[in-house]
DNA sequence: GCTTTTTACTTAAACGTTTAAGTGAATAAA
DNA sequence: TTTATTCACTTAAACGTTTAAGTAAAAAGC
């Protein structure tokens, strides 16, 4: 049993094959001047004692660390999750690995967490930007320093490079217009604090939407919750629907539908029938709520592959120009209970 | 403006001090032999030009990495979106990178995935291993060649190191006799395929509260679903639901309750006048689903932000002994809709 | 006033790779 | 046969840190 399970370097490996650890390295990466006999003992031998490159030591060398950074707002949201699975499907297959950083939507995490990035710790970056952050410096001073970015989500328009989201402002004007088409007169928007691109188009979308129905959105009508799910976003809705008493509500983050949920049995109005409510989210629980809640669901996981797909091409060869390449994905308005009349019909519309 | 961007290395730091680059690297590591003066000046240098150490040069000077791993099945579901904040929580705090592996329970991945370990990317690791691992061989590996572990929810017995779990046995057991306590006289498991000890664990906590209620779990009132959302496990549970004719279901993994409350949906059966439900899940929606779901609450921000504790308490200072660290935190039976006769109670029991 | 200790540095080796440049033998070209 | 080329390696430098060991000057001890 060759069960040396000590750690064995290239020095080690090669001094076992008669070699120089040149050969080894080159080998072990199938460069052309190595025979194949010798590639094949190498290999051989390397899967036998068990070794495997020291990352740090190659790292170094080549300066390339076949790692990426996610830095995300927060992890506990399934388009983030659903995101990340799509980023990792790719990342998995390509031999790179994933650091995960979470901003919780503070600007200075965020500054913080780039600036470490200028260590060589990272090859490039997928980002969904902090809905705080609205200086971008850190992040165009990430970029001079060379390493690429690819939004996703919420993008940065002031930082030239790719980005992959969906059609923000299509689907809140489709889902406002769905909410007038069931009657609705007196809309809501229930967003959350910040400057984050895709939120302000959602506000765009709802606005238009209404203005185009006829319908001149008020102040009231728009209600800011703090980005997490909690209790003050149930009494800050509560309390919005009992003072302004809307019969339709767009919900433009995914723990609002909790919320608005609640705040509406805490009020005593009945989904659908008293408000009606759509809400942006890929919750798989959607269909089983009370009312099953009509959603704009986002291609969640199709976002973090073509993020991961574009940042992969770009490191591979840079062939392709970051900042020419942006990815708009549909989302997809579902229409259930929550909207409905009689609260139990399904339909599926492609916005 | 000293907005140098091109990257600067500590020779060039030093040169611009002139000092040697041992004394910028002792200065920046607050070492006592730098006199404050100096340490003052190399750090407002340091923050002035923008310098940020090599992160590759110093893994593979000193041998350690400052990143640790986060190994788990998937990562769209609460539990572990959850468990990951709270790893952030004390890793980001203890300016530790998290590296992020997906295994979607496949033994293969998660094989493959630790194997690179040895080339000392991180310097321990967070895992909840895959259902389908029965051979432990490379986990085992891995902890001989020097990298910590610390398992999260999903332990593995057969390697002596810590472990943060949630005490499956007695859950699986209380939400059990719950359900016989709400009149339940034929109730089934609905749970996944896998040797995971939480998910044995639940099985024989849900099969000892029959015993104790006198009633004989039959093979029948056990359904193995794949082990992710899925159209399969909808059919299923409607079969079984056809079928077996239970009134009773407790569900061992979040992503079930959507399958079986649209399957007890599509056979035509009412929560909780037909049937009643439990699950495992730390999804936000349980109180607004349709009805609201009694759920087995875990503690997962906790239970990740312990594994990570325990994990950072070795690397700072090895005077833990890993193998004897086992923290059970307590899940919570929540009581809701799902499992009332009248359908809208609501309370809380500590298990 | 001489020795010892302390202070605040510097020198240089080492970490484990990768790779440009070099080499000697075999083969091909002339 | 001589020269050029190819093949299959090796040598050694380099990547950017950290740190053990060394040092010269200042302070303390006697």
Redesign the pocket.
């Known amino acids: 049993m060759d069960d040396d399970t000590q750690k064995i ?3 080690a490996l090669a001094k076992a094959l ?6 080894i ?2 080998a ?2 199938d460069s052309y ?3 194949e ?2 590639k094949i003992k190498v290999r051989e031998a390397a899967e036998r004692l068990n070794y495997v ?2 990352a740090y ?2 790292g ?3 300066h390339q660390s076949n790692t990426i950074a996610i830095v995300i707002p927060e992890i506990a949201d399934s388009f983030f999750s659903q995101a990340i699975n799509g980023i990792e499907s790719v990342a998995g297959n390509k031999k790179y690995h994933a650091l995960i950083y979470l901003t919780h939507d503070s600007y200075e995490r965020e500054a913080a967490i780039l600036n470490e990035f200028t260590s060589g710790r990272v090859d490039g970056l997928l980002m969904s930007v902090a809905s705080s952050t609205l200086d971008t410096a850190h992040i165009g001073k990430l970029q001079k320093a060379g390493i690429p970015i690819v939004f996703f989500d919420r993008d940065c328009r002031q930082i030239p490079t790719a980005s992959v989201t969906t059609d923000d402002f299509n689907s809140a004007y489709n889902a406002t217009c769905h909410l007038i088409k069931q009657g609705c007169k007196n809309i809501s928007l229930i967003t959350v604090q910040g400057h984050v691109s895709i939120f302000l188009a959602r506000k765009d979308g709802f606005r238009r939407a209404l203005e185009a129905g006829g319908i001149t959105p008020l102040p009231s009508n728009f209600v800011y919750c703090p980005n997490k799910y909690s209790d003050e976003s149930i009494k800050l809705i509560g309390n919005h629907l009992n003072e302004v008493q809307p019969d339709g509500l767009l919900l433009t983050v995914e723990h609002l539908s909790t919320a608005a949920y609640l705040a509406a049995e805490e009020v005593k109005l009945s989904i659908p029938n008293d408000i009606k409510i759509v809400c942006f989210t890929n919750q798989i629980t959607a269909p089983v709520l009370n009312p099953s809640l009509t959603t704009v669901q986002q291609p969640a996981f199709a976002m973090g592959q073509k993020a991961a797909e574009l940042l992969f091409e770009y490191l591979s060869h840079k062939y392709i120009q970051l900042e020419k390449e942006h990815l708009v994905l549909p989302s997809m308005l579902v229409v259930r209970g929550s909207t409905s009349p009689t609260s139990d019909n399904k339909k599926l519309t492609q916005l």
Request: hydrophobic share 35%.
């Open positions: 370097n290239m020095k008669n070699l120089s650890t040149a050969t390295s080159k072990l990466r001047d190595i025979s006999a010798t490159a020291n030591a190659s170094l060398r080549s």
